[in-house]
C-alpha cells in the first residue's frame, strides 16, 4: 500500500524548512561538533527520537473543550449571585490577551 502524502499544512500550522534552512542547520551543527564535540554529543542526547508534533488545530480544540468545561463547572457550582463577579473576572484576564494576540497576528502578516 502506498503512502499518502502528507497534506499541506494549515496557515496556523508550523512549515517545514526550507531546503536552505536546512543547510544552514546542518552547518551549524557541523561548527559545533568541530568546535566543542563534548556539547555537541550533550545536546544531541536530548533530542527526542521522533519530531512527533501536535497540530494547532487540535490544541486550540483542546482549548476549547477546557474552556467549555470551566463555563459548566461555573454555572453548575458558584452560586447565581456570583456570576456577574466571576464574568467581569473573567473578561479582565481574558480580554487582554484575545487583543495582545490579535496584535501580534497583525504584524506577523
Keep these: 500500500m502506498a503512502a499518502r502524502p502528507l497534506p499541506d499544512p494549515g496557515p496556523d500550522e508550523p512549515r517545514s524548512l526550507t531546503p536552505r534552512e536546512q543547510e544552514i542547520l546542518v552547518g551549524i551543527e557541523n561548527d559545533l561538533a568541530a568546535a566543542d564535540p563534548g556539547?555537541?554529543?550533550?545536546?544531541s542526547s536530548h533530542l527526542p527520537d521522533s519530531s512527533l508534533t501536535l497540530p494547532r488545530s487540535l490544541t486550540k480544540g483542546t482549548r476549547r473543550v477546557a474552556g467549555s468545561l470551566i463555563v459548566v463547572l461555573v454555572v453548575v457550582f458558584v452560586p447565581p449571585e456570583s456570576w456577574l463577579f466571576v464574568t467581569l473576572l473573567t473578561i479582565m484576564f481574558v480580554a487582554p490577551v484575545l487583543i495582545i494576540r490579535a496584535i501580534e497576528r497583525g504584524e506577523r502578516e
Excluded at 556539547?39 to 545536546?43: F, K, V, Y
Aim: hydrophobic fraction near 60%; avoid cysteine; aromatic fraction near 0%.
Design 39 to 43: 556539547l555537541a554529543r550533550r545536546l
